[in-house]
Each structure stands twice: as structure tokens, then as C-alpha cells.
């Protein structure tokens, strides 16, 4: 079974510094598609960020980056220059030809 | 603004009453997807449109219906709602299914069962 897992409940970054969440994921396909999405309290969820897998180049999009590590199934986001308005839920998402899952969620806080 | 819209915002039934939740889209996307997201959870896919092929999770009680008369328009349908049904239900759209195109949600709608 594809799972994916954020070992991080919660996190918190000083505003302007540069937090790391964490993903993980298990499969046995080659061929599949990952992404960052964002959910700010009571507002709509967001796509943050996307990596395919047969994609060796990790994304970028602005302050946000990840680095993907195929071999290790491991998948995580980098917040730049981080802002207030980053302060979200941000969940991790794997999917494939026939399967979509979140992860866990990690409950991000900014700090002024 | 493409957009996806659902209604209401906020959605109060009584216990095991019928309630029905409505979502929209301006995107021409062919899937539309409804999920569960219980407070501080994932979202729990519950079932897809394809076009019109409806496409059901294996663990989504018979409770839970849907319904897409159109491109436009989905409708998530409750029969008998019991208090573990409380929860914020997201309605996305893509382009196409369980693919590298992103979801667009909408607000969601924040289900009350009292």
C-alpha cells in the first residue's frame, strides 16, 4: 500500500528564516507525481509546489524548493525567507496512475 | 476568476436529516473530487467524477452520494447523517485524474450534524 508520512506534527520559523518540512513516502511504482499543498486557516488549499519523478532537477517556485530523493522515497519543502503569510497547514501529496494521498499535515507557525 | 465554488460555506442538519452540499467550477476540468477533512486531518478522498464515470473509494460509506448532472456542477449527498459525519467537505477539480495536473479546491463547506 502507498502511504505518505510527515513525521512533523508542527513546526515554527522565525520570520525570514528558512524552515524544512518533511515528507516520506512509500511505493512501488517508478513513475508518479509529487506535490506541496498549502491550507491556511479557514481558507481553500493550495498548490504550492510539484515534482514528477522521472524528474532528477528539483522544483523551484520562488521561496519554496524541494528536495526530492527518489532512492530514499523522501520528498521535503524548503520555505525561504519565510513570511507571515506562511503560516499554514501544508500537506504533502503523492500520486499515480490510479491512487492520490495526503500525508499528516504539518502545522507550520511563523513567529514576527 | 476560473474558480471552484462550493455552498454553502456553513451547513447545519439534524441527526440522520438529508443534506446535500453543492460545488461548481469554471474550469472545464473533466474530474471533480470530493473529500472529508475531519479538524486537524488529512483529506480523506471520498469518491471522483471522471467525465461522467463515477468513481467510488472503497472505504466511502453507502451513506455517501454524489451526483454531477454537468461539467459545471457536483453534488456530495449525505442520506443520513450521523454525528461522526461532522466535518469540512472539499470539493477539487483537475484536468485530468490522479495525473501530474494539481487539484483546485474550493472553500469547502463546514458540515454541523446536531
Known amino acids: 500500500a502507498q502511504t505518505v508520512t510527515q513525521s512533523q506534527p508542527e513546526m515554527s520559523v522565525q520570520e525570514a528564516e528558512t524552515v524544512t518540512l518533511s515528507c516520506t513516502y512509500d511505493?512501488?511504482?517508478?513513475?508518479?507525481?509529487l506535490f506541496w499543498y498549502k491550507q491556511p486557516p479557514s481558507r481553500q488549499m493550495i498548490l504550492v509546489i510539484r515534482?514528477?519523478?522521472?524528474?532528477?532537477q528539483n522544483a523551484t517556485e520562488n521561496r519554496f524548493s524541494v528536495n526530492f530523493q527518489k532512492a530514499a522515497k523522501s520528498f521535503s519543502l524548503k520555505i525561504s525567507d519565510s513570511q507571515l503569510g506562511d503560516a499554514a497547514m501544508y500537506f504533502c501529496?503523492?500520486?499515480?496512475?490510479?491512487?492520490?494521498?495526503f500525508g499528516t499535515g504539518t502545522s507550520l507557525t511563523v513567529i514576527p | 476568476d476560473a474558480m471552484v465554488i462550493q455552498n454553502p460555506r456553513y451547513q447545519v442538519t439534524q441527526f440522520g436529516k438529508p443534506v446535500t452540499l453543492s460545488c461548481s467550477q469554471t474550469?472545464?476540468?473533466?474530474?471533480m473530487y470530493w473529500y472529508q477533512q475531519k479538524s486537524s486531518q488529512a483529506p480523506k478522498l471520498l469518491f471522483h467524477?471522471?467525465?461522467?464515470?463515477?468513481?467510488n473509494e472503497a472505504d466511502t460509506p453507502d451513506n455517501f452520494q454524489s451526483r454531477r448532472p454537468n461539467t459545471s456542477f457536483c453534488f456530495l449527498d449525505i442520506r443520513s447523517p450521523g454525528l461522526g459525519d461532522a466535518a469540512m467537505y472539499l470539493c477539487?477539480?483537475?484536468?485530468?485524474?490522479?495525473?501530474?495536473?494539481?487539484?483546485?479546491f474550493g472553500d469547502g463547506t463546514r458540515l454541523s450534524i446536531l
Open positions: 477539487a477539480t483537475s484536468r485530468g485524474v490522479y495525473s501530474n495536473q494539481p487539484q483546485h
Open positions: 511505493t512501488s511504482e517508478s513513475d508518479y507525481y
Open positions: 515534482q514528477e519523478a522521472y524528474k532528477q
Open positions: 501529496a503523492y500520486s499515480t496512475g490510479n491512487q492520490f494521498y
Open positions: 474550469l472545464n476540468h473533466n474530474v
Open positions: 467524477y471522471y467525465d461522467k464515470d463515477f468513481n
